[in-house]
């Protein structure tokens, strides 16, 4: 891997206040941080954003390594919570080198501007969960790729009337035992952030009190069911839409269904109800986006909802189980016109949010980053650039293009590469 510089990058003279971990100031920045951007320096040390006025007054220290960021805006690194595969790889893929193609497709979301992902499982017969599930684990982010935060199961206990992509021959309920099914349908549920179900079937209720109470984010999605029906899963401690819009009712001004989440009365105060939305340009009309921002901007939490494809030429790919054909920006299961899955990266949905809904450029970032880590309940490390927090960031130019993504403060993609070379390090190194 060949080692470059940033421009503007400064060795200053050895610091040895408190650490013997150097300190690096970023400048000439506009940083988000408390909703809005703002012009000012970040410092970073062992990985941590530091508070300049205890660095300055406390310890008497000042800056190691300088990164002049020539004026372009420095945020949270994004967070996707929704992502099947990329790059060639489909997560759902019943082999034993899963933890190879996770680790593939991480390294290469980099260049998005992802620094922390839940690798998404679609609907899949029992065998290929146990198979897949124990060999992706929670793990930091690094020079190696982008940090996994636990997997996404969306499927198998979904709606058949609104399963979209999913096969219907793996589609399993709660009616039996309740949460034993789902348990001896995934075989374990370690590491797992994210479980996707249709509120309406049978049971589902005490099926998401247990795995809210296992520390697990109830999704509602691919579901047909009322807003009574997601009032109660909300109630039940449900917090996460899947994909709005796409794969459950329409709205209806005399039941609005899961959509009606968005201004329900109903929701248990000091809760938020997140919804997760793919703004490509193809799954959601901009019109339907508008409203949606527009009624509960503070929910709204981009995802990519990329599969295997992402990434690559048109053609014929697959999602789990199912033969996808990419054509243009568009991907559908083969022979039919049933969306499945996109190729949009993070990157792109947060430009598409700016441009189609007009709003600011803190909002389209903070729904890739701040509000998805709100979701997930880390937003104490990441997600915002809060003292304390991990220094995982992407820099932007002011259309929102990918520039460079850090993780602990580490350079660990850029785009100023040198000729035939597809990855640079830490210019520190």
């Not at 009322?226 to 709005?244: K, P, R």
């Not at 199912?322 to 190729?343: F, M, R």
């Not at 880390?378 to 002011?398: F, M, P, Q, T």
Request: glycine share 10%; hydrophobic share 40%; aromatic share 6%.
């Amino acid at each position: 891997m060949t080692r470059v510089a940033l421009p503007g990058l400064q060795i200053m003279p050895s610091n040895k206040s408190v650490s013997d971990a150097p300190i690096i100031q970023f400048t000439d920045c506009h940083i988000l941080r408390d909703h809005r951007l703002q012009r000012e320096d970040l410092w970073v040390r062992e990985g941590k954003i530091l508070n300049p006025e205890k660095l300055f007054f406390d310890e008497k220290g000042f800056a190691d390594v300088q990164i002049d960021c020539k004026g372009s805006i420095l945020a949270p690194g994004f967070i996707d919570t929704q992502i099947n595969g990329a790059y060639g790889f489909d997560f759902s893929s019943a082999t034993d080198s899963v933890k190879l193609g996770v680790s593939s497709v991480a390294r290469k979301l980099l260049s998005t501007g992802v620094t922390s992902f839940c690798p998404t499982l679609v609907t899949s017969p029992p065998s290929v969960y146990h198979q897949v599930i124990p060999q992706i684990e929670v793990q930091k982010g690094g020079p190696e790729g982008a940090g996994v935060l636990g997997l996404h199961l969306e499927g198998p206990f979904i709606s058949r009337e609104k399963k979209g992509a999913h096969p219907e021959q793996h589609l399993r309920t709660f009616a039996q035992r309740g949460f034993p099914d789902l348990l001896d349908t995934y075989g374990s549920l370690d590491n797992v952030a994210i479980v996707t179900l249709a509120p309406e079937l049978q049971r589902s209720g005490p099926v998401i009190q247990e795995l809210v109470q296992r520390g697990i984010h109830v999704s509602l999605g691919h579901s047909v069911a009322n807003l009574v029906q997601a009032e109660t899963a909300v109630s039940h401690g449900a917090t996460f839409i899947t994909h709005l819009f796409n794969a459950m009712l329409p709205f209806h001004h005399r039941d609005p269904g899961i959509v009606g989440l968005l201004t329900s009365d109903r929701i248990p105060s000091g809760r938020c109800v997140f919804y997760g939305m793919i703004a490509d340009g193809i799954h959601t009309n901009p019109a339907a986006l508008r409203i949606a921002y527009r009624a509960h901007p503070r929910g709204l939490v981009l995802v990519s909802d990329g599969i295997a494809a992402l990434g690559l030429p048109p053609g014929r790919h697959f999602l789990g189980q199912q033969e996808v054909v990419i054509q243009g920006l568009q991907a559908h299961l083969a022979g039919t016109q049933t969306l499945s899955g996109s190729i949009a990266t993070m990157d792109m949905c947060v430009r598409h949010l700016h441009q189609v809904t007009e709003c600011s450029v803190e909002a389209a970032l903070e729904a890739a980053s701040l509000h998805p880590a709100q979701l997930l309940g880390i937003e104490g490390s990441k997600g915002a650039l809060n003292y304390g927090a991990d220094a995982d960031l992407v820099l932007l130019d002011e259309e929102l293009n990918v520039e460079a993504t850090y993780i602990a403060g580490e350079l660990v993609w850029t785009g100023s590469r040198t000729q035939g070379d597809g990855e640079t390090g830490d210019p520190r190194l």
